[in-house]
């Protein structure tokens, strides 16, 4: 007697189960067509930081690693600029920001301290530059000039010691996450700075040498 052959009620037929296998067989390449598209489009799909514009201060008055110009000098301790602010100009506030301040800094004044040349705090998170001459009546509304090294509030232009290896002057602005600082008007630059540096969600910085 051959085997026995069962209907559709019962056990598949030899037959059966090969077109079944063949079915599956033909079906896997249709899937992987399918999935194949969606991995690589998901792959190449841009992540929220890169598609996000950059938190970046830049000045159409000064060239990072370039040369501060006479315009932009003190006028005094031997030096005869014409002591004005530059411009500075910035993109990329972040979230969450709600108020700005810009700093200017030399780290290689021969002070043991550095020396601070211009603090500003207080800014609008809604501004997005600081004009030239700034610093010299055209600060934007509600914004606060610390008082810097020189012993008095506003800009103070490079000056370094003549002989001395150019100083860099770094220029940095910081995103805040207070709408106000809470210091007296008469605070020094390192109280400004501690409340500053305290408060900061982000920050961005340029480099400007000079020497004399």
Request: charged share 10%; hydrophobic share 40%; net charge positive.
């Amino acid at each position: 007697m051959g085997n026995p052959r069962f209907t559709e009620t019962g056990w598949p037929t030899t037959s059966q189960v090969a077109v079944r296998r063949a079915s599956v067989w033909l079906a896997i390449p249709i899937v992987l067509a399918a999935f194949v598209p969606c991995i690589v489009a998901g792959a190449q799909l841009p992540t929220g930081s890169s598609a996000r514009t950059p938190f970046r201060l830049s000045s159409p008055d000064l060239v990072a690693n370039g040369r501060i110009t006479e315009q932009h000098i003190y006028n005094g301790f031997g030096c005869s600029g014409q002591n004005i602010s530059p411009e500075l100009v910035w993109t990329g506030v972040p979230a969450g920001t709600k108020s700005l301040a810009v700093t200017v800094y030399d780290p290689d004044a021969p002070t043991g301290s550095g020396w601070w040349h211009w603090v500003v705090y207080d800014i609008p998170p809604s501004v997005r530059a600081l004009p030239a001459r700034a610093a010299q009546g055209a600060m934007p509304r509600g914004a606060v000039q610390g008082m810097t090294d020189f012993g008095t509030k506003g800009y103070g232009g490079p000056c370094p010691p003549v002989g001395d290896p150019p100083h860099r002057y770094v220029f940095t602005l910081y995103a805040l996450k207070v709408a106000r600082l809470d210091v007296p008007a008469t605070a020094t630059t390192a109280f400004v700075g501690f409340n500053i540096h305290a408060n900061t969600i982000a920050k961005t910085s340029f480099t400007v040498p000079f020497g004399r």
